[in-house]
């Protein structure tokens, strides 16, 4: 294997592993972050609940946050109301796919590593890294048709949701271009070998 290439591969497993992390952090702040965003939005949600944990004031108790972040998953479901619910839920539902994408993706990588890339893994992978990718979209697209019923308007077409749908509906697509390939690669790869 070339060692340049292991060298990238390395950098991109180390990349994929932090994005891993933040987003299983993220996850766990998905219900705090859709309660304190309000008007905000979801990031000024992030913002204010990092903001009283990392800069308590003279009252605030940090444990109490983060403790009452872990209470929030069971709270919402009381006080949000449908919008809010519908938003949690298509967060925590993305936010659970792209995390098994992430994973697959640090399977293909590690293979990489390993001077084995032409595995019939790869291809089963990307298969299911395919199949995650048209489970957001789909996702996204039940979002965008409540947010038309909730709002009753044609505004929520021009939102990111809607772009989610042909953005992971594409990337699913290619996913299962490249499955296909590393699969084909793969057995030409054993063929060869046998030959041999």
Do not use: H
Not at 10 to 35: D, E, K, Q, R
Not at 50 to 57: K, R
Not at 91 to 112: D, E, K, N, Y
Not at 172 to 182: D, K, N
């Amino acid at each position: 294997m070339n060692v340049p290439v292991q060298k990238i591969a390395g950098i991109l497993n180390l990349l994929l592993g932090i994005a891993l992390v933040c987003n299983v952090i993220i996850l766990y702040l998905v219900p705090t972050a859709v309660f304190l965003g309000g008007g905000d939005g979801l990031l000024g949600g992030v913002r204010t609940y990092f903001a009283t944990i990392l800069f308590p004031g003279e009252d605030d108790i940090v444990m109490a946050g983060i403790f009452g972040t872990a209470l929030m998953w069971f709270w919402c479901w009381a006080e949000f109301d449908a919008y809010q619910i519908v938003l949690m839920l298509f967060l925590v539902f993305s936010g659970f796919q792209t995390l098994c994408i992430l994973r697959q993706a640090r399977r293909v990588v590690g293979t990489i590593l390993a001077g084995n890339p032409f595995s019939a893994e790869n291809g089963d992978s990307l298969y299911r890294a395919a199949r995650n990718c048209f489970l957001i979209a789909a996702a996204a697209l039940v979002r965008v048709v409540f947010n038309v019923a909730y709002y009753r308007s044609a505004q929520p077409l021009a939102s990111y949701n809607a772009l989610f749908v042909p953005i992971f509906a594409m990337a699913g697509l290619l996913c299962l271009v490249m499955s296909a390939l590393f699969r084909q690669a793969a057995e030409m790869k054993a063929e060869n070998d046998l030959t041999i």
